[in-house]
């Protein structure tokens, strides 16, 4: 196997949760890593424009947006709310030239037991959105989230079930849907490497690496720096050049107890030394 190209290496800025987005993009300068996925919030606290122009002064590729999303609510208010709150998302990843806006899709509404409806909810959430991600040219990356998240993140829990949706919601393939490929919700998955090839080239928006540590303590804020757990890494990245993908791999990292504690040079210095063995 090849090794993977250092030229692809991405940071997810929920990695270096201390810094700010203008750090962060110093520090990828800093660093010599080439992409950035960038979250809403620390977008917005540096201001969109601002932060456009220091991601393309940097000549920083910008990897992803994270997040939209979020669809599911009691009622119709709450939907169309969801609705409105996406294509502001939409527009911001436009602005800072984004390859994706991650779609983080939600669970289920406060006091439902009702996941199928959950699930149609999403569908018509993304539906709503698509003619405008399709005008902007920022594909929406359909994220499935390990079945542990499914109240409260993400109903969509497999890649075969969000590569259903893009079927029936862009049954073209037209590029504006796909799916993004986050190791440590989809690496337990039987159906990994048939779904993988099945999402091909158009469909594959992002690659998202960690490792899922064992044991786990926290559902959400305990994953694991590349190599200190149990994913087989560069069986993932070989699933996925396979089936054409050629885009970034992308370290995100949520760890409450261990990597957000940590001097951010040192997560990156870290980060790139086990990128090699990825
Ligand atoms: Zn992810």
Request: hydrophobic residues 45%; glycine residues 10%.
């Amino acid at each position: 196997m090849t090794p993977p190209d250092p030229a692809l290496l991405s940071l997810n800025t929920i990695t270096t949760k201390k810094w700010t987005l203008a750090a962060a993009i110093a520090g990828c300068a800093r660093h010599g890593i080439r992409g950035i996925t960038v979250w809403r919030d620390r977008l917005q606290e540096m201001g969109v424009a601002a932060a456009a122009q220091s991601l393309k002064a940097n000549g920083l590729a910008v990897t992803g947006l994270c997040r939209g999303g979020m669809f599911p609510a009691p009622d119709a208010q709450g939907r169309q709310a969801a609705i409105e709150d996406n294509y502001r998302a939409i527009d911001e990843a436009h602005a800072i030239g984004a390859r994706c806006l991650i779609l983080v899709v939600g669970g289920l509404p406060a006091g439902s037991k009702d996941i199928a409806g959950a699930r149609e909810q999403v569908r018509d959430g993304i539906a709503a959105i698509l003619g405008r991600a399709l005008q902007a040219g920022v594909p929406l990356a359909i994220e499935p989230l390990h079945p542990m998240q499914a109240a409260d993140r993400a109903c969509i829990n497999t890649l075969g079930q969000a590569l259903d949706l893009c079927d029936v919601l862009d049954p073209q393939a037209t590029g504006a849907l796909g799916v993004a490929v986050d190791v440590y919700h989809v690496w337990w998955d039987p159906q990994l490497a048939a779904q993988v090839a099945r999402a091909g080239a158009r469909r594959l928006l992002a690659h998202h690496i960690c490792d899922w540590l064992v044991p786990t303590t926290d559902l959400a804020f305990d994953r694991g720096m590349m190599g200190d757990g149990i994913i087989d890494l560069p069986r993932i990245r070989a699933l996925m050049e396979g089936a054409g993908y050629r885009g970034y791999s992308e370290v995100e990292i949520f760890s409450q107890r261990d990597w957000w504690q940590r001097d951010p040079d040192e997560v990156l210095a870290v980060m790139k030394d086990r990128y090699r063995s990825c």
